[in-house]
């Protein structure tokens, strides 16, 4: 190491850029294919969107037949709120029953929240409770249907008496 010469100086330098050259170009490299992956995954997800992106009516159709559900509150607010929904329906069917009573509700399958049941009791038609049970999907406190009885009177066919226990979540 006592003297480099000019040609060693000039030789080192060179080797130094051809290195740094090489470096620069292995990221280049391995960005581009990220660059190239991410475009080609970019691609493949605005496929996938394209393929679920349906017109406006095809899309209200599709809702229409989505449940509809609201998150539970405290046990009296969401006790109106279901009270009220389900009176609701009952009326739209025009079935006229009995004051709704709540029920002792069984376990809760969601850690967290009780389970409020309602029994309704109602004299009708049969056509009032299948009107009623096709409407009761677009109920949003509506958890499920835990009784449902539906007994003929003898002497019309027509009359039926309803028996229903219905619930909700409550906090």
Do not use: H
Not at 24 to 32: G, I, T
Request: hydrophobic content about 40%.
């Amino acid at each position: 190491m006592e003297k480099i010469s000019q040609k060693d100086i000039r030789a080192l330098k060179l080797g130094a850029v051809g290195v740094a050259a090489i470096l620069v170009f292995l990221f280049a490299l391995e960005w581009r294919d990220r660059w190239v992956t991410a475009r080609e995954k970019g691609a493949q997800a605005m496929a996938k969107l394209d393929v679920i992106d349906v017109d406006k009516a095809k899309r209200a159709g599709l809702m229409s037949i989505v449940p509809v559900f609201e998150m539970p509150v405290e046990k009296e607010k969401q006790k109106f709120l279901f009270r009220d929904k389900l009176t609701e329906q009952l009326r739209s069917a025009r079935i006229n029953s009995e004051p709704l009573q709540e029920a002792t509700g069984g376990k809760s399958p969601y850690p967290g929240y009780k389970l409020l049941n309602l029994k309704c009791s109602a004299k009708c038609q049969f056509g009032q409770v299948l009107d009623l049970l096709a409407r009761l999907k677009e109920n949003p406190y509506l958890v499920g249907i835990e009784e449902l009885r539906v007994r003929s009177d003898r002497r019309d066919p027509r009359q039926v008496e309803l028996n229903m226990t219905v619930s909700t979540l409550v906090k």
